[in-house]
């Protein structure tokens, strides 16, 4: 599959997802929803690499398309001030979102998936209340917590439907895509997310008094040599796909900054 139909069918993905969560007052209010191109991407990697594909499994995409939109707007709710217009419609926004992808979920006949995906949902809950804790961790903790928030629901759709060899690469690529995000974030806004206040408290932080920039630099490049090695070394990746992945690679791309959390 070549560039211009791999972009065509994330945009596919994307369109439906959007319909699927249409709402004129909240889209008046919040906007249109977040949904991420990197997440379709890695989401849809089997079936652009040529694996088979059903409706079914194009059902499902769009439904974990729907959980990182519900999950997302969640996370834009202000932890000072969750008492103006603009954030309770914010918060209604997650309702709505989740409700949505709960009813699409009902309508797949697959009991098993359908309690698979609903759990992976609490895992994600759970990790992301932990970025509150203040508990000192090993950086290695915090790293697994951020593979389950970017990851849980991608890991279980390919699990579900034997996809398993793209499970390490997929988790490599969205964990490099938050952390550089967010040192991209701190170096142009100085302004620390959760994520990076969590770093600060983990134990290689607190230890070695180095920056969560600086923490975050080693990370994003240590990362990048991995994934990089685990395409360049895939026995079942096909040679355009290798080279798409990594020119979509934050170190190898023209980024823009754009507003989330979490």
Known sequence: MNAANIDNKIQELQTNILMQLHHRTLLKY???????????????????????????QDEV????????????????????????????????????????????????????????????????????TAVYEPTIRPIADWLHTLTVIESKSIEQFMKHYHFDQYIPLMQQALVLNRLAYELRNLQQTHMQTRIVAAIEKSEQFTSTKRSAERILEDLVSELSST????????????????TLIISRMPTHTCEQLTTREG
């Open 30 to 56: 919040t906007g249109q929803p977040i949904v991420e191109n990197e997440t379709l991407f890695y989401l849809l990697l089997p079936f652009l690499n040529g694996e088979k594909w059903t409706n079914e």
């Open 61 to 128: 995409a769009t439904t974990i398309g729907m959980i990182y939109t519900a999950l997302h707007a969640h996370d834009q709710i202000d932890e000072v001030d969750a008492t103006s217009k603009g954030q309770q419609l914010t918060v209604l926004a997650g309702d709505f979102y989740s409700g949505m992808y709960y009813q699409m979920l009902s309508k797949i006949p697959n009991i098993a998936l359908i309690r698979l995906l609903s759990g992976g949902v609490v895992d994600i809950s759970e990790k992301k």
């Open 227 to 242: 994934l990089i090695r685990s395409i360049s070394t895939s026995p079942f990746l096909q040679d355009e796909v290798k």
